[in-house]
């Protein structure tokens, strides 16, 4: 990757997307999420990076789509993704939204309480459309991952409780219905796992409530897989996690003597994650007493998750990544708070004011949990495969900031 060719083409802060490695990581898990017992489904979170272009390697690559919003979906509507490979979850869609999704045809809605099923059943009849659903379930498991980004607690925001009221509640409105179909459970249990463990609960679980059902369900597992940032992180592998979920899948469900149509999963950051890096340009370089400050030109607006989450990256000098690594350093980014941090205490060779900085693995939430604090301009960004580089969202101009300012 030539960064700075990169830089004197397209400015920085800049998204620099390797393409050949989201492939990969599609095809690997295209390859290994397979079973010879039942269908097979692989579903891109789009909520890690959701942009048009993304969604057209999605489409040509054959995967399905999870869309969280009415932007999301339209985003998908916009580059014509077959609408019948859209799940549209969330835990609150507006009464808009659910229009949307059923004039769109939609393929599965996934339903995450009773409020919003009342509310398909209303509007499908308006239609006098079948819409077909899956049911989120809070499975109760817990991944060990960061408190803010698990959503699978029994107190959860997010899903059903197997047999509780509401749970009763909404099987026997689906019983009732003419307009909705019940076509299986939906689960998601965290995000940046790590580990088999808390899927092979979920798999158990959900195989256990598939019995009930007098016909064969799908099973939705939800997303979560981890990604590598730093060098503390110990990603499974998605190869092995895939093969791993088809494996635990397949003997549950010889165990409980149950049959279910098909599995799938929907992966998010682990698609786009590592394929992504942050391209900034040093400004500042300020020592104080106790820190030594190198200054970028973005930070918190491109990437919150350091503030947000205590996330970790991996940061290297563009031309001195050989060099010898002697500086402690805060790398900070430009909004006026002190918790605009990309990361403190990395250990990076001297830079100069000019010097390029690169932030690795920020390809999934990063650009979509951008903001314009400060009035900072949404970067470029821009997809990179075979030596070649297109820009795919072009840097927000100060005209386009204040388009909607009356
Ligand atoms: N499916 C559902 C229903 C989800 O809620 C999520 C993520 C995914 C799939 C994809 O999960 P993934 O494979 O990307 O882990 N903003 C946070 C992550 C929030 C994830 C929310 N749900 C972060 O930057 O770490």
């Known amino acids: 990757m030539n960064y700075k060719e990169?830089?004197?083409?397209?400015?920085t802060p800049l998204y620099v997307y390797d393409i050949h490695r989201i492939k990969e990581i599609i095809h690997q898990y295209q390859t290994n999420f397979k079973s010879s017992q039942f269908e097979t489904e692989i579903l891109y979170a789009s909520k890690a990076f959701n942009v048009k272009e993304m969604l057209r390697l999605i489409k040509d690559m054959n995967l399905s789509l999870d869309v969280v919003s009415m932007g999301e979906l339209y985003t998908a509507v916009c580059v014509d993704f077959p609408s019948h490979k859209i799940y549209f979850h969330g835990n609150n869609k507006t009464e808009e939204e659910i229009h949307y999704a059923i004039e769109h045809n939609v393929g599965i809605?996934?339903?995450?309480?009773?409020?919003?099923?009342?509310?398909?059943?209303?509007?499908?009849?308006?239609?006098?459309?079948?819409?077909?659903?899956?049911?989120?379930?809070?499975?109760?498991?817990?991944?060990?991952?960061?408190?803010?980004?698990?959503?699978?607690?029994?107190d959860s925001k997010f899903g059903i409780l197997y047999n509780s009221l509401e749970y009763r509640n909404m099987i026997s409105l689906i019983k009732n219905s003419k307009h909705i179909e019940l076509k299986g459970f939906h689960c998601h249990i965290g995000s940046q796992i790590f580990d088999f463990y808390p899927y092979d609960i979920a798999i158990e679980k959900l195989v256990a409530i598939a019995k009930d059902f007098p016909y064969p369900l799908d099973m939705n597992l939800g997303g979560g897989f981890g990604a590598y940032y730093t060098e503390t992180d110990h990603p499974i592998g998605y190869e092995a996690m895939a093969r791993h979920l088809i494996q635990k899948l397949e003997e549950e469900l010889t165990k409980q003597d149950v049959k279910i149509h098909k599995a799938l999963i929907e992966p998010g950051r682990s698609i786009v994650a590592?394929?992504?890096?942050?391209?900034?340009?040093?400004?500042?370089?300020?020592?104080?007493?106790n820190r030594l400050y190198y200054f970028v030109d973005g930070g918190m607006t491109d990437n919150i998750r350091p503030a947000l989450y205590q996330a970790n990256y991996t940061l290297d000098i563009v031309g001195?990544?050989?060099?010898?690594?002697?500086?402690?350093?805060?790398?900070?980014?430009?909004?006026?708070?002190?918790g605009d941090i990309i990361m403190e205490n990395v250990i990076l060779p001297e830079a100069q004011k000019g010097d390029l900085l690169l932030t690795y693995s920020t390809g999934a939430y990063g650009y979509s949990m951008s903001s314009n604090y400060n009035k900072a301009l949404t970067p470029a960004v821009v997809f990179v495969e075979d030596g070649k580089d297109r820009l795919v969202v072009k840097r927000q101009t100060l005209e386009e900031l204040l388009e909607r300012e009356i």
């Open 109 to 154: 809605l996934v339903v995450d309480n009773q409020y919003e099923l009342e509310k398909i059943e209303e509007l499908a009849s308006l239609y006098n459309k079948k819409v077909s659903i899956y049911i989120r379930l809070n499975v109760g498991v817990e991944a060990h991952t960061h408190k803010y980004i698990i959503t699978s607690h029994i």
């Open 6 to 11: 990169l830089k004197e083409k397209y400015g």
């Open 320 to 338: 001195k990544e050989n060099d010898f690594k002697n500086k402690v350093v805060t790398v900070a980014g430009k909004c006026c708070e002190s």
């Open 274 to 289: 590592e394929a992504g890096t942050t391209l900034y340009t040093i400004g500042g370089i300020k020592q104080t007493p």
